[in-house]
């Protein structure tokens, strides 16, 4: 049992981390029944993928009012006010999840440019100049 304060914690915590693995799958798929996604098609999925996460960030980021008003009752961390902390929250998911991507985006683009320079076919490749030496000059 993953909590055993609250079982149904521990079920919803296995269904988001179920939910993540198949959210990366296209990625990270070792099988190969299942393979990855092409290079492009990688860098079109996370683009993609920025879109409902920026939807869920930038609405608690520029909301006019605090979205919870249970929150606006209780401490509240640094002594921040109830929006100024909803307004960080919004930005620590809004830049979070786009420095996060943004890195899985460089790698992927880089690994694809690698594979690009290294499959030149033959016939195209420039020949390395043989040396000589020169003797008698």
């Known amino acids: 049992m993953v909590c055993h304060v609250?079982?149904?914690?521990?079920?919803?915590?296995?269904?988001?981390?179920?939910?993540?693995?198949?959210?990366?799958?296209?990625?990270?798929?070792?099988?190969?029944?299942?393979?990855?996604?092409?290079?492009?098609?990688?860098?079109?999925?996370?683009?993609?993928?920025?879109?409902?996460?920026?939807?869920?960030?930038?609405?608690?980021?520029?909301?006019?009012?605090v979205l919870y008003m249970f929150y606006m009752e209780g401490p509240h961390p640094f002594g921040l006010t109830p929006m100024a902390d909803q307004v960080l929250g919004g930005i620590i998911m809004w830049v979070g999840q786009g420095v996060y991507i943004m890195f899985a985006f460089s790698a992927i683009f880089f690994r694809w440019a690698r594979r690009e320079d290294s499959e030149i076919p033959p016939i195209n490749r420039q020949a390395v100049p043989q040396l000589r030496v020169v003797r008698g000059l």
């Open 6 to 65: 609250r079982p149904a914690y521990g079920d919803i915590r296995e269904l988001v981390f179920a939910a993540g693995v198949l959210l990366w799958w296209p990625l990270t798929s070792p099988l190969p029944e299942y393979p990855r996604l092409s290079y492009p098609m990688q860098i079109l999925y996370l683009f993609l993928l920025m879109i409902p996460t920026t939807a869920v960030a930038a609405p608690v980021t520029l909301a006019g009012s």
